[in-house]
């Protein structure tokens, strides 16, 4: 809104569109300049072209230079042996010999586009041999060209350029002999055309196969980038194309695919143990709850007492946990402490035995040992009595009354191999592999109580070791357990 003089306010409409034009071509050219320069495949081929470019640059310029240079030579060689010829001949024959052999060549002279001319010390025309349609008018910037020097002049009022050298003969005279560029500029034109004409082709086809190599090399990059878009953290199951195993990027595409797998292995584990100790905790906090509910609407001391015992008794078994997720973490990320230290095998596993020989025989099985031989080990012998203590309440809990377990090791050499095997309800095949898992718990074994983690501390510290433990077991038949150490630290 403005104000002019007599008139009230007034509404000026200013029009958009003429700077709107311009500032969306810049927005929308300044988008696709982005977009290319996202793209690999045509930033690595442009990178190729300009560099392919400066190098045929380089090349024809190189070429273009030597082929000049030497069709010059070869008009600075033709002169040359006809001024050292006619030279040779006016020294030896006189200068009417060497008239009358200039008037025989003047044919050749005027086929070929050459010029002679001969002067006396004064710089007089005695003779002149040229086509007939050349001027005749000497050129003043011959005047000053001297014996053994190569000047290139052009001829007065005509557009015709020579190559002119010189010779001095006897008595004063100076014999020049030029020949005209002229075939030499065309036979440099048609060479330049021709390796234009070789070179375009080329540089096209160059550039699309670049392109084209580029897209394909680059194609399991966008594979990879577009599984890992792909994915969420409710589906992990997407996984890159493998285009050519033997490739880096092949290579890099399974590992990739690998992780992958790892990954869901992983929060698929997480999932899992979480909902378990969710659930294990649930009746451990229940319980709590129940008997400090029962302890407040009581006022005898006894049940008060017995109330804290039970939640003790709870959070115990809940720290015992809690405690044992964290070591098989630590064992399984690499970061377990192990006071490693000589292990006598043999007193070891004695004292597990007789620590479970009371539970055995409650239970009336039999705790046999089958061997008695020394062997001496380096590992952390507190975490080695937790692998056979878990293993040997695992073989008593799921034997059958009246069964024995039988405990044996031998020397392997370089390891050690100690074996528990029971003739209890067995594992399903099924589930072998499973039982390692955290917090799982077979359908056989649901009967008893349990947190579904000892062998995964089993497994966790043997590996801590650089062990491995395996299962043989069959249903109804027993399960033996095999875990090989190495002797070594």
């Known amino acids: 809104m403005c104000w002019s003089a007599g008139c009230g306010p007034r509404l000026i409409r200013i029009s958009t569109s003429s700077c709107c034009i311009p500032c969306v071509g810049w927005a929308m050219s300044s988008s696709l300049l982005k977009r290319l320069h996202r793209n690999t495949a045509l930033d690595l081929t442009l990178k190729f072209t300009l560099l392919f470019f400066l190098s045929a640059l380089v090349l024809f310029v190189t070429v273009d230079a030597l082929i000049s240079k030497a069709q010059q030579q070869k008009d600075q060689q033709l002169i040359n042996s006809f001024l050292e010829s006619y030279q040779r001949l006016e020294q030896s024959a006189g200068l009417h010999k060497f008239e009358v052999v200039v008037e025989r060549d003047s ?12 002067t006396d010390a004064a710089g007089t025309v005695l003779l002149r041999v040229q086509p007939q349609q050349w001027p005749t008018q000497q050129s003043p910037a011959l005047q000053a060209l001297q014996d053994g020097d190569w000047l290139e002049a052009r001829l007065p009022e005509s557009e015709i350029d020579l190559m002119v050298g010189q010779i001095s003969l006897s008595d004063g005279l100076r014999l020049r002999i030029g020949k005209s560029t002229a075939s030499r500029t065309q036979a440099l034109t048609e060479t330049r055309t021709i ?25 399991q990059v966008n594979d990879l980038i577009e599984t890992v878009r792909s994915l969420s953290t409710s589906d992990l199951e997407a996984r890159v194309q493998v285009r050519n195993p033997r490739s880096e990027l092949g290579e890099l595409a399974q590992l990739f695919n690998a992780m992958l797998s790892q990954i869901e292995r992983l929060i698929v584990g997480m999932q899992h143990s979480l909902d378990a100790v969710a659930h294990d905790l649930r009746t451990p906090l229940a319980r709590m709850r129940l008997s400090i509910e029962a302890a407040v609407a009581q006022s005898d001391e006894v049940l008060l007492r017995e109330a804290l015992l039970d939640c003790a008794e709870e959070s115990a078994r809940i720290e015992n946990m809690l405690k044992t997720l964290m070591d098989i973490s630590e064992a399984q990320s690499g970061i377990l402490k192990l006071h490693v230290e000589p292990v006598d095998l043999s007193e070891l596993i004695s004292d597990c035995v007789e620590l479970y ?27 080695l009595h937790q692998v056979f203590g878990n293993l040997i309440d695992n073989a008593i809990k799921y034997s059958q009354p009246g069964g024995v377990v039988n405990i044996r090791w031998e020397d392997g050499g370089s390891q050690a191999m100690i074996e528990i095997a029971d003739r209890g309800i067995g594992i399903d095949p099924a589930e072998q592999e499973r039982v390692f898992d955290r917090l799982y718990r077979g359908d056989s074994s649901r009967s008893e109580p349990g947190m579904g983690l000892g062998l995964s501390l089993v497994r966790a510290i043997v590996e801590a070791h650089r062990g491995s433990i395996q299962m043989n077991s069959a249903l109804g038949k027993g399960c033996t357990l095999t875990v090989i150490l190495p002797k070594g630290a």
């Open 107 to 118: 044919p050749y002279f005027q086929r070929t586009a050459m010029w002679l001319e001969l």
């Open 195 to 219: 390796m234009l004409l070789v070179m375009l082709p080329l540089f096209v086809f160059g550039l699309l196969l670049t392109y084209y190599m580029n897209w394909r090399a680059l194609r």
């Open 357 to 383: 020989r009371y539970t055995a025989e409650d239970r009336d099985i039999r705790l046999q040992l089958q061997s008695n031989d020394a062997l001496t080990l380096q590992a952390d012998k507190v975490r």
